[in-house]
């Protein structure tokens, strides 16, 4: 029994650890892409894949908690109703033939005993203090972002329901080494605007400061900082929607939960996505071994593929998928 426990205890152990692991790459990752997911309004998404990781993690600690506990009560039983009594009797069969006496019983088993408690309560103390060094210095890292975060001010927003412009006044901004000044510009509504100009000169970073006055806007983005207090911008409408460079792609995620990204869930919405997926020919038949995929290359996904988890889908996608 103890053995088949010793099993359960390893593999749980292990499946732990992959957990973790895939918690800190995953921590990694959307720490690096924090403003990305701020403006493709990922923020449920990357909340909702923490806590069902969490829930994981948790689900896998309590068994084991549980696993070891049965197993340290065996222990204690097979301790006490067989080893005890088993090692009580050969120190007396010692003791009557004269090998040892009472007191050095007392003195071996003694030292032998808080030596063994004071080494292995040590490995633990160690081991158990370089996990909180470890979780203080993340936990210290992401507060300085959040204060970071919080500190940074956007520009002054107002609406104008009747307004035929959004306006800019007075917009003043920093990034980098790239420096921004727009006294006044009017955009008018109901046109399409194309802005031009060098690469890094502040093109959007401007247009990110006009999508964080939208009804659900981001914050200012990192690194970006409103040099003049007085700048405001005044929009004909708060429904704002801004179509990033670069865009959010999570980790350890399937196809379709990130295409139902913003949408209600249940099956009959997963039905009509593969069907919407397969009129825009991005659906395939068949499956992985297919070996049309490797003489015409890959066109589409199969359903199998739709749903299934990989650490990283995205980085495997060329351009044009």
């Not at 399409?192 to 659900?216: E, Q, Y």
């Not at 996505?273 to 589409?300: K, M, P, V, W, Y």
Request: charged residues 25%; aromatic residues 6%.
């Amino acid at each position: 029994v103890t053995a088949m426990l010793t099993r359960r205890i390893e593999a749980l152990h292990r499946e732990l650890m992959e957990l973790a692991s895939q918690r800190r790459r995953m921590e990694l990752h959307d720490m690096r892409h924090e403003e990305l997911i701020h403006r493709g309004k990922a923020g449920l998404f990357a909340r909702n894949a923490w806590r069902q990781l969490g829930d994981q993690i948790e689900d896998r600690g309590m068994r084991l908690a549980a696993v070891e506990r049965l197993r340290s009560f065996i222990d204690q039983v097979y301790s006490g109703q067989i080893l005890g009594p088993g090692i009580e009797c050969t120190l007396a069969f010692l003791m009557e033939a004269s090998y040892i006496s009472n007191s050095d019983i007392w003195l071996y088993t003694a030292v032998l005993e808080q030596a063994i408690d004071t080494l292995l309560t040590r490995q633990r103390e160690q081991a158990t203090l370089a996990n909180m060094q470890t979780k203080l210095g993340l936990v210290r890292d992401l507060a300085q972002h959040l204060q970071t975060v919080r500190n940074s001010t956007g520009p002054q927003c107002s609406m104008e329901p009747s307004g035929k412009v959004a306006r800019l006044s007075s917009l003043e901004y920093a990034r980098g080494k790239t420096h921004v000044s727009i006294p006044e510009l009017e955009l008018p509504v109901g046109q399409i605007i194309a802005i031009t100009g060098a690469n890094g000169c502040g093109k959007s970073t401007a247009l990110a400061l006009l999508a964080c006055c939208g009804r659900d806007g981001p914050s200012v983005p990192t690194g970006a900082k409103i040099l003049n207090q007085d700048a405001s911008i005044q929009l004909p409408s708060d429904d704002v929607v801004e179509i990033a460079q670069q865009f959010y792609c999570p980790l350890f995620s399937s196809p379709m939960s990130w295409l139902l990204l913003h949408a209600p869930s249940g099956e009959n919405v997963k039905m009509h996505a593969q069907q919407l997926l397969t009129e825009f020919g991005l659906l395939r038949e068949g499956n992985d071994q297919d070996e049309s995929i490797h003489e015409h290359g890959r066109r589409g996904l199969t359903v199998e593929e739709l749903y299934r988890e990989k650490e990283d889908w995205y980085s495997e996608l060329s351009g044009g998928e």
